[in-house]
C-alpha cells in the first residue's frame, strides 16, 4: 500500500474542482450541490422515514386482520382446527388484506438488507486494483461518505447560502460539523469550552471569505474540496467502511489559518486532535473486538478438559496453579493493547521448536498483561495450531514451596509437570521465575527448583513461559541451566504514543470506578511527566499509577464541583510524589523566579557573579530550554574556606527546592581511596551506591 | 435555471425509487438468495462448532482422559461413537432447520402470490 505517497492537489480539467492523484486514480468530489437538490434528498428522506412508519403500521393492521378473521370464525376452528389451513380457499377482505401487506413484509426485510449492505460505502475492490488501460481513472469519492457526513456537508452548503457567501469554505464545514455528536464527545475529552468555540466560530461566519473561484454557481472551496479527498485517503489507509466525521475533522484546522487560530487560542493543536480521534477509534475497535470475543468464549471450556476429552484430571495442578485461560472466558483479565510484537515472539519462539519462553522486561512495562492477552487471544482461538484447545496455567510458587521440605516441594514439582505432560493440553506461565531458583525450604537441604522444570523443558514434555525483571535475569537467571534453555523476548517500556494508548484502553475503567470524567490532557502528561519525573519505575505501569493518584485525588475534591480530572490535576499529584514544583507558573512561582536573587540574598551576602549564574541557569530550565537528559546545570565555586560556597548551594536548595534536604552534600576527603568509587556509584554485587540513592528518587542538588 | 434543476433531480430520484421497487424481486432470487445462503451456512457451521461434532470424529480412536490402555481404548471408542452420532444427530436437525429456513426464503413470494391468486379467483368465482 502506498502509505506515505505524498498527495499533491490539482485542478479537475472539466468542471474545475480540486483532485489528487491517488492509487494511479484521479479522485475528486463530484457531489452535485445546490439548494434544489438538498432539499429534494431532505424530503425524499423524511418521505422514506413516513414510508418506513406507514409499512410498519400495515403489517401490523394485516397481523390484526388476521387476528380478527381467527376471531370470528373461532367457531368453526374450534370443531376443525385444521380447517385454519384452508383460511384462503374463500374470499374475505380481512384475508385479502393481510395477504398482500405480507408483500411488505419481504420487501421491508429487503430494503433493510440492501441498507445493511450499503454501510460499505468505499469500494475496495476497485481501489486495491491496479487500473488497467480501459478503465476510467477519475474516481468519485462522494460515494464514499458515509451518511451523517453528507449530511454535515449539506448543512454546510446550506449555511454558506444562508450566509450568501460565494463558496462554502472550510470554517462552514467546520461549523456544520460542530453539530455531531462524535465531534461534540471529542471537544469534550478536549476540554474545550463548546460555548466559547462555537462563538468564536460563529464571529468569523459573518465575514466574508476570500474567493479562490470567480464562478456563477456557489460551490465549495479549493480547501474543502482537498478536505474531501484528504479525509477519503484517511479512510481507505484506516479501512474504514466509509468517510465518517471523524476523517473530517482532522483536516480542517490545517486548512483554514483562521480557525487554526481558534483552536490554538483554546489550547488545541492538529496533534491533540489526531490523538483524541485515535483514541475514539481504538475504544470502538476494542468494543468491536470485545463483541467478538465474547462470542467466541462461550466456545472454550470451563473446566480442566478440553474439547475432545483426551485430557485427564489435575488434582495437583488445580492446587497449585491458577486457570488464565479461564478467568479471560469470564472477562477477569486485562485487555492487553499494542504488545502484538511479543505476542507474534512468543509463537515464533514454540513454533521454531523451542518449550521454554521467558519474557525479560523491567518492571511495570506489563509482561502479565502480555500473558493475559495470550491468554485471552487462546480463549478466542487465534492461534498457533499447537496452541489451540489448551489451558494456560500460572504456577502459584509461594504455594508450592510453603509447608514443605525442598524435597517434597520438588516432588510436588514433579507431579505437577507429569499431570501437565500426560493431559497435554497445558501451558505453564512462572511469573517471577527467580524464585524457582535456589528454593529451598530447609537450611540443610539445597535443591535449585529450577533444574526439574529446566530438564522437563529440555525433554520437550511440557510448554513452559515465565517472566523476570532484567535485573534479576542477569543476576539469577543468566548462568542457570533454565537460562540457557529458554528463548527470551524482551518487554521494552512502551514510547510515549504507545504509552498513551495502553492509557487509552484503562480509561473505561478508572471512570467507571470513581465517578470522574478523565480529559485527553491528562493521559498525555500522565505519560510525559511520568516519563520525565519519575526515574525509578517504568511505563506504562507509572503513567496508569500516576493517573490514577491524579483521579483520587480529583474525586476527593468532588465536592467543589470539578468532575474533569486534566493535565494539571496529574502535575499535581507529580508534585505531590516528587515535591517538584510543576503546576502551570503560578504568579508565586514566577515571581520567585524573577526574584531568585534578592530571594538568595535574604540568606548570603555578597557573591554577586554566582547568585546571577545560579539564578539564570535555574530560569533557563524553568522555561524548559534546557536538555532533559542533563543535569540544569553544573558548577564549581572555588574559593577560600568561609566565603559561602556551600552556603549558596544551601540557600538555592532552601529557595527553590523549598527546603535544605534536596541537597545532596559529599565531602570528598571520603572518598580519597581508589575504591570508595563503589561507595558513591556503586558496585556490580548490587549494592546501590549513596549518590545514586539520592538521586534516583527526587530531583536533587 | 433552479426551475429546471430541480426537475432534473426529482426525475432522476423518481426514477431511483422505481428501480429499487423493480428490483425487488430480482434481489430476492439473486443477491439476496446468496445471502441468505451464506448467513444460513455460517449459522449451521457456529452450531457445528457449539457441539463440537467434527472435534469427537476426528478423535474417535484418540483414548479419552488419557487412559491409552486397551480396556481403555475400547471404552472410550464405544463413548466417542455413541458421542458422535448423538452430536451428528444434533447437527442433522439443525441442518434442516436451515434447509427448512432456506426454502421459506424461496418459496414464499410464490406461495403468497398463489394464496392471493386464490382469493380473486375465488371471489371472481363467487361473483
Partial sequence: MAKEEKIIFTDEQNNGGRGAWFLERFLFWGREANRSTIFLDRTVERINHIFVYLTWLLIFGGWLSFGWWVYLNVDSLIQDPWTILWFWKNFDPLIFFFLSTLWLDLFLFYRHCLKKDFSQRINYRRLDKKPSRHSRKKYNIAAGFSDEAIRLIDDAYILAARLKQPEVAVIHLFRSLLKSKDIQNLFIRLNTDAKRLIEMVDRRLVKPVKVTRQEGRRRFSGPTEEIFVQAFIDAYRLRQKSVDVFNLIAFCAQRDPYLEEILLELEIDQDKIKNVVAWFRVNRRLLDNYNNYRRLAILKPGGNMNRSYTAIATPTLERYARDLTVDAKYGALDICVGRDKEIEAIFEAFTGGHNGVLLVGQPGTGKSTIIGGLAQLMVAENVPIFLKDKRLLELDIPRLVSGASASEVSERLLICINEARRSGNIIFYIDNLENLLGSSSGANEGLNLSEVLAEAISRKSIFCLAAATKENYSRFIETEAIGDLMTTVGVSEPEVNEAIQMLESKVGFLEHKYDIYIVYSALEQAVVMSKHYINDKYLPLKAFNLLEKAVIGTSRNEKDGTTFCGGEQVAAAVSEITGIPLSKITTSEREKLLSLESEIHKRLIGQHEAVEAVSASLRRARAALKDSKRPIASFLFLGPTGVGKTELAKSVSQVYFGDEDYLVRIDMSEYQAADSIRKMIGDVDGTVGYLLKRCAKNHSL | ?127
Fill in chain 2, 1 to 127: 435555471m433552479l426551475n429546471h434543476n430541480f426537475l432534473t433531480y426529482s426525475g432522476k430520484i423518481s426514477l431511483r425509487i422505481l428501480a429499487e421497487i423493480i428490483y425487488f424481486p430480482v434481489w430476492w432470487y439473486g443477491p439476496g438468495l446468496v445471502r441468505t445462503i451464506k448467513k444460513l451456512s455460517l449459522f449451521w457451521l457456529n452450531q457445528e462448532k457449539l457441539i463440537g461434532f467434527s472435534v469427537w470424529l476426528k478423535n474417535i480412536f484418540v483414548p479419552m482422559y488419557g487412559q491409552s490402555d486397551f480396556g481403555g481404548r475400547v471404552i472410550s471408542f464405544v463413548m466417542r461413537f455413541i458421542q458422535v452420532i448423538v452430536r451428528g444427530l444434533l447437527l442433522l436437525v439443525w441442518l434442516l432447520i436451515v434447509l427448512a429456513a432456506l426454502i421459506i426464503w424461496i418459496i414464499s413470494p410464490l406461495v403468497i402470490l398463489f394464496l392471493l391468486a386464490a382469493q380473486i379467483s375465488s371471489l371472481s368465482g363467487s361473483i
